[in-house]
């Protein structure tokens, strides 16, 4: 088990910018994969961003790919989520995720088995 707490959410205007942080405690951090999830009101749990136990592979969903960028620095327990570009509709509720999934399921929340508690992002225009 890890525990995940994310920060550097808030409010932030439609273009500007935003570096999410998730701050994992835990030995078995290095051999986990990461990911980042929103869910909005109404919605159910989708994939944002993941990156691999070393880093080495990336993944993003379509509607944030050339604007979101995931790294991970295992030597501080802490994955990253860089947030460029924001529009209206990237205002929800981000997650911090971390799990062992197989390749082609880290898109799906029910292969990650710890999460963090969430952090609001706010796009004003």
């Known amino acids: 088990q890890v525990q995940l707490v994310e920060s550097g959410g808030g409010l932030v205007q439609a273009g500007g910018s935003l570096r999410l942080s998730c701050a994992a405690s835990?030995?078995?951090?290095?051999?986990?994969?990461m990911g980042w999830f929103r869910q909005a009101p109404g919605k159910d749990r989708e994939f944002v961003a993941a990156?691999?136990?070393?880093?080495?592979?990336?993944y993003y969903a379509d509607a944030v790919k050339g604007r979101f960028t995931i790294s991970r620095d295992n030597a501080k327990n802490t994955v990253y989520l860089q947030i460029n570009s924001l529009k209206p509709e990237d205002s929800t509720i981000y997650y911090c995720?971390?799990?062992?999934?197989?390749?082609?399921?880290?898109?799906?929340?029910?292969?990650?088995?710890?999460w963090g508690q969430g952090i609001q992002v706010t796009v004003s225009s």
């Open positions: 835990g030995h078995t951090f290095s051999s986990r994969s």
């Open positions: 995720a971390a799990g062992k999934p197989f390749i082609d399921s880290l898109r799906q929340p029910r292969e990650y088995d710890s």
């Open positions: 990156i691999t136990w070393r880093g080495y592979n990336t």
